[in-house]
């Protein structure tokens, strides 16, 4: 599947795992590969997603007020613990990124997809066949995320009273383009 | 960050939404730097049992959790 994916595409998948990594995530969600997408600034499908107010920045301060993040540095320093402090202590120690990398010595700079994340993947990979395209595009992730319709991507979208029909057809439009 | 202001009111409400998110922020580092630890002891050489000494749990208990075929320290050997 992963060969028929358009270099904005791969792009996408792999800058996921940046912006799991910079929101110090244990797996890559939807709401990373949403990020992701907005990042490429300059694709049809960013500027779609744009066009309904999204953009990188505040969709990831969006995110990071939800959290939801399973180390949430806010809520530790209510107690007192400054999780920068454990992380640069722990890294002198174990190498970077040590205290994200749950699987201990396993490959280090891989940070694994969540099941929603991975499903939106496989639905990116149908709304390209239904859509006649040989190729899978960042497009079709963006609708695999409509089409997934849950997950934190979503979230974002429903709290910010996004109209999602209408965002499916200016997606689509982009891609069709 | 966010300004200390804030931190400590935060700290000091009866939010259980706070005092939650805290906990479970606290409780995966634990797990976290658990993995590591027992991941530094094996590769040290440890053996389960001198690991789960000074965890103070049994050896069963970390050999459950962290020698499984599946589990992120399993041996490479």
Known sequence: MFERF??????????????????????IGTEHLLLALLAQEGSASAAALARHGLVHDSV???????????????????????????????????????????????AADHIPFSPRAKKVLELSLREAIAMKSKS????????????????????????????????????TTALRS | MADTGQVASAASSKDPTVGLRAVRSLRTLVERLEALQVGNARDQGWTWEQIAQQLGVTRQAVH?????GRGPLRRRD
């Open chain 1, 6 to 27: 358009t270099s904005e595409a791969r792009q996408a998948v792999v800058g996921a795992q940046e912006e799991a990594r910079r929101l110090h995530a244990a797996r």
């Open chain 1, 136 to 171: 899978i595009a960042d497009g079709h992730i963006a609708l695999g995320l409509l089409r997934e319709g849950e997950g934190l991507a979503m979230k974002v979208l429903h709290d910010r009273g996004i109209d999602t029909p209408e965002l499916r057809r200016d997606l």
């Open chain 1, 60 to 106: 990831a301060e969006t995110i990071r007020g939800y959290g939801t993040a399973d180390l949430d540095a806010e809520a530790l320093t209510t107690l007192g613990i400054d999780l920068d402090a454990v992380r640069d202590r722990v890294e002198a120690t174990f190498g970077p990124g040590a205290l994200e990398r749950v699987s201990g010595r396993a």
């Open chain 2, 64 to 68: 459950k959790k962290y020698a499984s």
